[in-house]
């Protein structure tokens, strides 16, 4: 079992940051990758950006050069700073965990990003 913990939502305008945090707790050495995704309404759940822990990153085309997803110096940790919002960034955003063999897939709780002027 892994337990995800994020903070760092908000409301911003457009054209402003925000950093997102995820603290992963529990199995964390089976760990894969963890990552983010985030879900507006009405629209399905999409990839936002992934670290693996070999440290190879991955970003949905949408957010590329914006947003830049990182690793704590404890590695049970992952960061989305997020430079430049859009008001289509509006979403739910939820950290992810993949782990062990079968790359189980655990999501927090989720934390809101409205961008609004």
């Known amino acids: 079992q892994v337990q995800l913990v994020e903070s760092g939502g908000g409301l911003v305008q457009p054209g402003g940051s925000l950093r997102l945090s995820c603290a992963a707790s529990?199995?964390?050495?089976?760990?894969?990758?963890l990552g983010w995704y985030r879900q507006a309404p009405g629209k399905q759940r999409e990839l936002v950006a992934i670290?693996?822990?070999?440290?190879?990153?991955e970003y949905a085309d949408s957010v590329l050069g914006r947003f830049t997803v990182s690793r704590g110096n404890a590695r049970n940790t992952v960061y989305l700073q997020m430079n430049d919002l859009k008001i289509e960034d509006t979403a739910l955003y939820y950290c992810?965990?993949?782990?062990?063999?079968?790359?189980?897939?655990?999501w927090g709780q989720g934390t809101q990003v409205t961008v609004s002027s």
């Open positions: 670290i693996r822990i070999p440290g190879d990153t």
């Open positions: 992810n965990a993949k782990v062990g063999s079968q790359w189980r897939d655990y």
């Open positions: 529990g199995n964390t050495n089976m760990l894969n990758s």
